[in-house]
T-cell receptor, first 112, second 110 residues
Framework: EAAVTQSPRNKVTVTGGNVTLSCRQT?????MYWYRQDTGHGLRLIHY???????QIGDVPDGYKATRTTQEDFFLLLELASPSQTSLYFC???????????FGEGTRLSVL | GEQVEQLPSILRVQERSSASINCTYE??????FPWYKQEPGENPKLIID?????ERKQIQGLIVLLDKKAKRFSLHITDTQPADSAMYFC?????????FGKGTSLTVIP
């Protein structure tokens, strides 16, 4: 069964802290995405990738780095976390562009 | 980025009535439009989608309409039940990614 697994599920850090969110998909999908979800803003694209070693910038990339180390693994890095990055983060994957992304369970991040 | 406008943001309907959510998009090249349902504390899940070679698609009580000329698509939930209460998101395919509306919070009143 297709799956996208995110870790950790919850994370609390302090302002200026270093955070890495992990995402793994076992679906052999080419595309992987990082979104943040905030009330009143819906789902906003941070970064995405269409294969190992590839990275594309989304709509709200400031303060975030990402790396796609393998077909399966996509990481989101916050090197100097700020309270404005407190949010619910979703990773998603899809086989090709014209296929609805499959979402992971989400990571709730709080930056104090 | 691509703008997808979704209305209304809040929708309350009586059980067994219909609920309608409308979305508009900017990019005339968009050719794929999925809809997601998100229940509290869960991730968004695909419920229905439509491609640009179609004008209408129905899966049980869910109907999606697409008007490419107006760059508008809509979700209609017929015979609503309390279990339909959730957040709903529309999306439009961009160049290599998807742009989402801001969501509609649907409450079905028993």
């Amino acid at each position: 069964e297709a799956a996208v697994t995110q870790s950790p599920r919850n994370k609390v850090t302090v302002t200026g802290g270093n955070v890495t969110l992990s995402c793994r998909q076992t679906n052999s999908h080419n595309y992987m995405y990082w979104y943040r979800q905030d009330t009143g803003h819906g789902l906003r694209l941070i970064h995405y990738s269409y294969g190992a070693g590839n990275l594309q910038i989304g709509d709200v990339p400031d303060g975030y780095k990402a790396t796609r180390t393998t077909q399966e693994d996509f990481f989101l890095l916050l090197e100097l976390a700020s309270p404005s990055q407190t949010s619910l983060y979703f990773c998603a994957s899809s086989d090709r562009v014209v296929q609805a992304p499959l979402f992971g369970e989400g990571t709730r991040l709080s930056v104090l | 980025g691509e703008q997808v406008e979704q209305l209304p943001s809040i929708l309350r309907v009586q059980e067994r009535s219909s609920a309608s959510i409308n979305c508009t998009y900017e990019n005339s090249a968009s050719n794929y439009f999925p809809w997601y349902k998100q229940e509290p504390g869960e991730n968004p899940k695909l419920i229905i989608d439509i491609r640009s070679n179609m004008e209408r698609k129905q899966i049980q009580g869910l109907i999606v309409l697409l008007d490419k000329k107006a760059k508008r698509f809509s979700l209609h939930i017929t015979d609503t039940q309390p279990a339909d209460s959730a957040m709903y998101f529309c999306a439009a395919m961009g160049y290599q990614n998807f742009y989402f509306g801001k969501g509609t919070s649907l409450t079905v009143i028993p």
